[in-house]
Every structure is written in structure tokens, then in C-alpha cells.
């Protein structure tokens, strides 16, 4: 089965630097990668999403990219702000068996003032 | 409606007790999820419901029974927990659950439950 690796397991950063947060996957035939936010005691939330015919996606401050030849996709969140501190969550979904996700263990980003 | 709504918010029952989870969602979607969420741990699948039949089953104990009665609903009856049993239950739905489907999949707000 599929398996992610989600690194590192906590970030801290000061406010305006940026934060990267890199997943490896072992599956290569996983076609959609999400990242949820997780803040304390709240659901996770799809923050953005990248599919396998695409190299990078931003939306905003934030963007994913994707080696598939790597297997290695990872989040870049720039000019942090205290409100993106939560837990974040990688996943990997393997198209040939629904879109079952597979989640990394997640990262705690805490951004510091 | 972009929402994915779970009742109760909290829940502490006992061993012997009977209780049920309910989750709603009316985005159309005719995939929906049970999963289950540790402290600090990623959600754990538990169940996949497909056009209203059970997909998939993660191997979960049947002291863990799903249901899904229509497209909307979906519940999950308790019954004989365990402490261990102690977690935050998610639902989530999704358009579809197919091969090659690279459909998101939204989460509700979860069940906080308590075995004692």
C-alpha cells in the first residue's frame, strides 16, 4: 500500500518568514495530493491540492509543488502569520482504488510574533 | 451548501452504553467517510460508503456499525466501546468513490468521544 513521509514533524518560524513542509510518497501510481490544516480542536480544512499533470499550484501565500519523478511534494507558505499556526497534514491518494488518502503523520507550524 | 455538519459535538458514554453518530452533508456527493483521529496522530479510515453501500471496511472492530440510510446521512452506532475507544470521529464526504477519482474530500467537525 501507499506510504507518505511527512517532514519535519515541528516548524517554528518567526512572522513574514516563510515555511516548507515536504512529503515523500511511495506509491507511483498516487494521483492527487492534498494538504489539510488542522487547528486545534477544529476539523481538517483543504488548504490546496495538486494533481498528478501538474508541477505547482499556488493559490495566494500558499503553493504545493510536485516531482513525481521524486515522489516528493511539498508546501511553501510565505509571509506566515500567527493565524497559520495548526497542525498541517499531507496526503496521497492512489486513483486506483477510489481516492482513499493516505496521510503523513503532520507538522506542527507555530508562528511566532 | 459547502458543509459537512456531525452531531453530537461531544459524547461520554460508558462500556455497556448504545449511542450513535450522525453525520449530514447535502453537497450531492455520494461518497462518504468515517474516520477516526488520535491526538496529534492523522485521521485513520475507518469505513467508505459509496452510492449509499459500504465500499470499503478498514478491518474495524463491530463494536462499530455504520449506516448510511440515504445520500445525505450517514451514522455510525456504538455499542460495548472500549477507553481505548476514546477519540475524535470524523465524517467526510466526496462526489465520488471511483477507480482513477481524484475527487477532494471534506471533513466535518467531528464527534469528541469519551469511553469511561
Known amino acids: 500500500g501507499e506510504n507518505v513521509e511527512q517532514h519535519p514533524s515541528t516548524l517554528s518560524v518567526q512572522e513574514g518568514d516563510s515555511a516548507v513542509i515536504k512529503c515523500t510518497y511511495s506509491d507511483s501510481a498516487s494521483n492527487y495530493f492534498p494538504w489539510y490544516k488542522q487547528e486545534l480542536g477544529k476539523r481538517p480544512q483543504l488548504i490546496i491540492d495538486i494533481r498528478s499533470n501538474v508541477g505547482e499550484k499556488k493559490d495566494q501565500r500558499i503553493a504545493v509543488t510536485l516531482n513525481k519523478t521524486a515522489k516528493h511534494f511539498s508546501l511553501h507558505i510565505t509571509e506566515t502569520q500567527p493565524e497559520d499556526s495548526a497542525v498541517y497534514f499531507c496526503a496521497a491518494s492512489y486513483g486506483g482504488g477510489g481516492n482513499k488518502l493516505t496521510f503523513g503523520t503532520g507538522t506542527q507550524l507555530k508562528v511566532e510574533l | 451548501d459547502t458543509e459537512v455538519t456531525q452531531t453530537p459535538k461531544h459524547l461520554v458514554m460508558g462500556m455497556t452504553n448504545k449511542k450513535s453518530l450522525k453525520c449530514e452533508q447535502h453537497?450531492?456527493?455520494?461518497?462518504m467517510y468515517w474516520y477516526k483521529q488520535k491526538a496529534k496522530k492523522p485521521p485513520e479510515l475507518m469505513f467508505v460508503?459509496?452510492?449509499?453501500?459500504?465500499?470499503i471496511n478498514e478491518s474495524v472492530p463491530s463494536r462499530f456499525s455504520p449506516e448510511c440510510p440515504n445520500s445525505s446521512l450517514l451514522n455510525l452506532h456504538l455499542h460495548a466501546l472500549q477507553p481505548e475507544d476514546s477519540a475524535l470521529y470524523l465524517c467526510?464526504?466526496?462526489?465520488?468513490?471511483?477507480?482513477?477519482?481524484?475527487?477532494?474530500?471534506?471533513f466535518g467537525p467531528g464527534t469528541r468521544l469519551t469511553v469511561l
Open positions: 460508503y459509496s452510492y449509499e453501500k459500504l465500499s
Open positions: 453537497m450531492g456527493h455520494r461518497a
Open positions: 467526510a464526504s466526496s462526489r465520488t468513490w471511483t477507480s482513477g477519482s481524484t475527487d477532494t474530500q471534506y
